[in-house]
């Protein structure tokens, strides 16, 4: 559209360490998390001419994906995490729910895939139980690993046979192919 610049891009990486996370997360932090998600979106660009028709509604991690360009490290040096089941979006210890605790977590974002690797990884199941009097909470071991590891490869299909680590920029609107800058003395 005339007048309108194209949205601003950022190319850069990150890198993150944490000593400690520990993570709560149910159904019923989700209209939290909605909120946390509009005010993220706040932080992306917009088209400040106004003229563009408006897109389809989409999260803001799908903008940020779109804008941000660069490779991601994050690690920690322990993770518990504790998913629980049902509307109530406080943490109590009578609960339902799954554990996960691993050590030396690290995440890898790099173009074209993820990578997750952990020293050690243990999953533990809380449940009350209907068998036990006074309902008591008894846990089961899910899972125990002592190392685990998992890549995810990312692949763009994309048109006119372009390089699909390039999906993130403009599509080209002509099939002629620009000129190579001519020095000039």
Request: proline share 9%; hydrophobic share 40%; charged share 20%.
């Amino acid at each position: 559209h005339k007048g309108t610049n194209p949205p601003f891009k950022v190319y850069t990486d990150i890198k993150g360490k944490l000593l400690e996370s520990i993570v709560y997360f149910t159904p019923g932090l989700e209209p939290t998390l909605s909120i946390m998600g509009i005010c993220m979106k706040r932080l992306v660009p917009t088209d400040p001419d106004g003229i563009s028709r408006k897109p389809a509604a989409v999260p803001w991690w799908d903008d940020m994906r779109y804008l941000w360009r660069g490779k991601a490290l994050l690690s920690t040096d322990t993770l518990d995490l504790c998913l629980a089941p049902g509307t109530e979006a406080f943490y109590s210890p009578s609960r339902d729910r799954l554990l996960v605790d691993a050590k030396s977590v690290t995440v890898k974002m790099l173009p074209g895939t993820i990578s997750i690797e952990t020293a050690a990884l243990k999953g533990t199941i809380v449940r009350n139980s209907p068998c036990v009097a006074g309902g008591r909470l008894i846990s089961a071991p899910l899972l125990d690993c002592k190392a685990f590891s998992v890549n995810l490869g990312l692949k763009w299909n994309m048109p006119n046979d372009r390089n699909p680590q390039d999906h993130h920029l403009f599509p080209k609107h002509s099939t002629v192919e620009v000129q190579d800058p001519v020095a000039v003395r």
